[in-house]
């Protein structure tokens, strides 16, 4: 089953002092897993532009539309069996501990 992990800030990041887990040691074991098909770190949301048609007219704005202080920084696309193993795979990734991750498994169409 596909899911797509979002890799989000958070204000309110974890306070274990312990040392957090080395990034690229989690993608490494997930691509060898089979279980990440790709990947990648997305740019500032300063660098966003929002796209809306409303009444046949464009609208083009810069920026994210949604105002928060949480944002999607990065997004990893995932094969597991179910979803117990996505969840396995969000917790350990790095950003679990200082952001959040957003599992969303693909629409069955």
């Not at 539309?65 to 350990?92: M, N, P, S, Y």
Request: overall charge negative; aromatic content about 6%; some cysteine.
């Amino acid at each position: 089953m596909k899911y797509m992990m979002f890799v989000c800030t958070d204000s309110t990041p974890d306070t274990d002092p312990s040392p957090e887990p080395d990034i690229f040691a989690w993608v490494e074991e997930n691509d060898a897993k089979g279980r990440r098909e790709q990947g990648h770190q997305l740019a500032p949301t300063s660098s966003a532009t929002t796209v809306r048609v409303r009444n046949g007219e464009l609208l083009v704005s810069d920026g994210p539309f949604a105002e928060t202080k949480e944002v999607i920084v990065g997004f990893d696309l995932l094969e597991c069996a179910d979803l117990d193993e996505a969840i396995e795979v969000a917790r350990t990734h790095p950003m679990a501990r200082s952001g959040r991750i957003e599992l969303r498994p693909f629409a069955v169409l």
